[in-house]
C-alpha cells in the first residue's frame, strides 16, 4: 500500500478469492465453478462480438435483459445486469446501506456481505446461525433495515423455502430484502415469483456457476422497476458501460440454449447425491445441500489438515479458517470422475 491510499481503502480487511493456483494441474474443487463447459453457441457468439470490439456495448443491455426478461415472465424494467453478481451485491450495498444505514446477515454466509458492510460504513449486525447451521427466518423478522441473505446460504448449502423468505420480506417493508440466489438452480426454490408481489424484494443471481461462465463475469438482478431504478442510478454514476460486449453476447447465447444449463445442474445434483452418500459412509457429516458444493466435516479429522493433504494430491477445495466452521471443508461438484480422484484421496488420507 502507498501512503496515498485513503484510510477508507487501507484500513478494510478485504475479500480474499479462492485460490486460481498456476503451479500445478489441480482438480479443483474450490469456486463452485461449473465442471462442463458453457452452452452451445456461446462461444460463436462470443467470437463474432470480438469483432466489433472497437464499439462500445450497449448501455441498455436491451438484448439481454429482454432475454432475461422473456425467461423469467417479467418485464425488461424489472430486470438489471452487471459485471458479475458481486458487482450488484456492492450495488445494493452502496444504494441501502450506506453511512451508518442498518444492515443485516448471517455471520456464517459470503464473506463478501461483510466486505460491502465495511466499504460502505453499513451499521451492520451478523446473525447467527442455528446451531444446526440453518437460518432462522424468526430472527430476520421486523428488523428494519437492509438485509442480505444467500439461499441458498454460502458455505453451507443449506436453503430457505418461499413461504419463509415471504414472511422476511413482508414483515420488513421499510428495508430492502436481498437474496442471493447464486447456487438457486440447484435444487433451491427460487423467490422470483415474489417479486411482483413485494416492492422491497431484490433477487440476486449469476452465471457464473448453473450457466458455466464464472469468467465472462455476468450477473443479474430481478425486482420492481423501482430497485431496479436505483441499481441502474448507481450504475450510470459509475461505469455506464460494465458488461462488455463479448459478455452479453455469451448471456443470450447460453439463455438460448437454457435446457442444456438446466440438464447440467441436475448432473451435478445428481453427483452431488452420490458424492454426499460416500462422504457420509466414509463418517463425514454433511451438511443437507441445495447448491453445487457440500460443506462436510470428518469428526477428529483437522479441517486444515485435510485441506492441506487434499492439495498435495492435488485436489483444490475450501477451507475457511473461521470460528465454528474450521472443522469443515466446502467442496465443488464437479464431474464424476473429478469426484472419484476427491473419495480416493480422502480415503488415502484417513488411512494414512
Ligand atoms: N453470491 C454468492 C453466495 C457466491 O458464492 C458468489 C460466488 N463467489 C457470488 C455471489 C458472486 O458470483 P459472481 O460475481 O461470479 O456472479
Do not use: W
Not at 447451521?133 to 439461499?151: T, V
Request: charged share 25%; with cysteine; proline share 6%.
Amino acid at each position: 500500500m502507498s501512503r496515498y491510499l485513503s484510510e477508507k481503502y487501507s484500513a478494510l480487511e478485504v475479500y480474499t478469492p479462492g485460490e486460481q493456483p498456476r503451479d500445478m494441474q489441480y482438480v479443483k474443487l474450490n469456486t463452485n465453478e461449473s465442471p462442463y463447459p458453457p452452452a452451445p453457441g456461446v462461444v460463436e457468439a462470443v467470437t463474432a462480438e470480438a469483432r466489433r470490439l472497437e464499439l462500445y456495448s450497449d448501455p441498455v443491455c436491451a438484448d439481454l435483459r429482454d432475454a432475461l426478461a422473456r425467461r423469467y415472465g417479467v418485464a425488461r424494467e424489472n430486470v438489471f445486469v452487471s459485471n458479475g453478481s458481486d458487482d450488484i451485491l456492492n450495488f445494493a450495498f452502496m444504494a441501502y446501506a450506506v453511512d451508518g444505514a442498518p444492515a443485516f446477515f448471517p455471520d456464517i454466509s459470503y464473506g463478501f456481505y461483510r466486505v460491502y458492510a465495511d466499504l460502505h460504513k453499513s451499521n451492520y449486525r451478523q446473525i447467527p446461525l442455528k446451531e444446526d447451521f440453518s437460518i432462522d427466518p424468526q430472527d430476520y423478522r421486523g428488523l428494519g433495515g437492509f438485509i442480505a441473505i444467500a439461499n441458498p446460504n454460502a458455505p453451507t448449502g443449506m436453503a430457505l423455502s418461499m413461504a419463509q423468505v415471504e414472511g422476511i420480506v413482508q414483515s420488513n417493508p421499510d428495508g430492502v430484502v436481498l437474496i442471493d440466489e447464486a447456487y438457486v438452480d440447484f435444487g433451491g426454490e427460487s423467490c422470483l415469483p415474489l417479486t411482483a408481489k413485494y416492492d422491497n424484494l431484490l433477487v440476486v443471481r449469476t452465471f457464473s456457476k448453473s450457466r458455466s461462465l464464472a469468467g465472462a463475469r455476468l450477473g443479474f438482478a430481478i425486482a420492481s422497476e423501482g430497485l431496479i431504478a436505483d441499481l441502474d442510478r448507481i450504475k450510470y454514476s459509475t461505469n455506464p458501460y460494465n458488461v462488455n460486449r463479448m459478455t452479453l453476447a455469451a448471456g443470450v447465447a447460453s439463455l438460448e440454449s437454457d435446457d442444456y444449463n438446466m440438464a447440467n445442474c441436475r448432473r451435478v445434483m445428481q453427483t452431488r447425491e452420490d458424492v454426499a452418500a460416500r462422504l457420509t459412509n466414509m463418517g463425514f457429516e454433511v451438511l443437507p445441500s441445495s447448491a453445487n458444493f457440500v460443506f462436510a466435516r470428518h469428526p477428529g479429522t483437522d479441517g486444515g489438515m485435510l485441506y492441506r493433504e487434499l492439495k498435495k494430491r492435488g485436489v483444490l477445495v475450501r477451507h475457511f479458517d473461521a470460528p465454528r466452521i474450521s472443522d469443515f471443508l466446502r467442496i465443488t461438484i464437479g464431474t464424476p470422475e473429478q469426484m472419484e480422484t476427491l473419495c480416493a484421496a480422502i480415503k488415502a488420507i484417513l488411512e494414512g
